[in-house]
């Protein structure tokens, strides 16, 4: 199954191809720029290395959320586009699901993925290892910080995501050396597409009109209604 898999939840924005279980290629771009700029120039470019057009895809995959509201419409109105021309099926995967399948492999203990959700707050869970699959330790949501820490279990854990700067130095004073920080890239989309492989063998994917955002609270336009 060929599959393209989009992140556009944060400003580490990715895109990925996948052959079934083989990663064709991956573009990912740490940058400030709106997705709006470079998310179809990337499928374009990946496509092209492999001598295929859209019509030679059979899925897709993005994150509805949570993440950047403004990001997150651009690339869900993408895939939603690219769903209603060819009729093929999407796969929705959570961002905070896709960030702890990052860490998941080889890691001990518990993972807590993080993103900024602005005005002080963070987009977080808590999964953990249970045979090799994730188990939701921690609801996913929007939290203050010092409601997510006042869940956490006294173990070892992994904290990865763009929210962790909010939260490290709470996190190491809490968990001392139990508290670890992931160094490994940001960019999400190749475990989008091994998320969103499951989800399509599984026959659990959906069509276009039902491609809609993941919100955990409002956006600043709705607060300001």
Excluded: W
Excluded at 118 to 128: D, N, Q, R, S, V
């Amino acid at each position: 199954m060929r599959l393209i898999a989009i992140d556009t939840t944060t400003p580490s924005g990715s895109v990925a191809l996948l052959d079934d279980d083989r990663v064709l290629g991956e573009i990912g771009i740490e940058s400030p720029s709106t997705h709006s700029a470079r998310l179809l120039l990337s499928v374009d470019f990946l496509l092209k290395t492999q001598g295929l057009t859209i019509g030679d895809i059979d899925g897709f995959a993005v994150t509805p959320g949570p993440g950047s509201f403004t990001g997150l419409r651009i690339g869900l109105s993408t895939v939603k586009a690219f769903s209603f021309a060819t009729g093929k099926p999407v796969a929705r995967v959570s961002s905070l699901a896709a960030l702890a399948f990052k860490h998941h492999d080889g890691v001990e203990g518990l993972i807590g993925p993080m993103l900024d959700a602005k005005k002080g707050e963070i987009y977080a869970a808590l999964f953990a290892r249970s045979g090799g699959r994730l188990q939701e330790i921690i609801p996913q949501g929007a939290y203050a910080p010092e409601d997510y820490l006042r869940r956490l279990p006294r173990r070892v854990a992994v904290f990865a995501g763009n929210g962790v700067d909010l939260c490290r130095k709470r996190l190491q004073a809490l968990l001392g050396a139990k508290a670890r920080f992931s160094a490994r890239p940001p960019f999400l989309a190749v475990e989008v597409g091994r998320l969103g492989l499951e989800i399509l063998r599984a026959g659990k994917g959906v069509d276009s009109s039902a491609v809609e955002p993941l919100y955990f609270r409002r956006s600043q336009a709705e607060e300001g209604r």
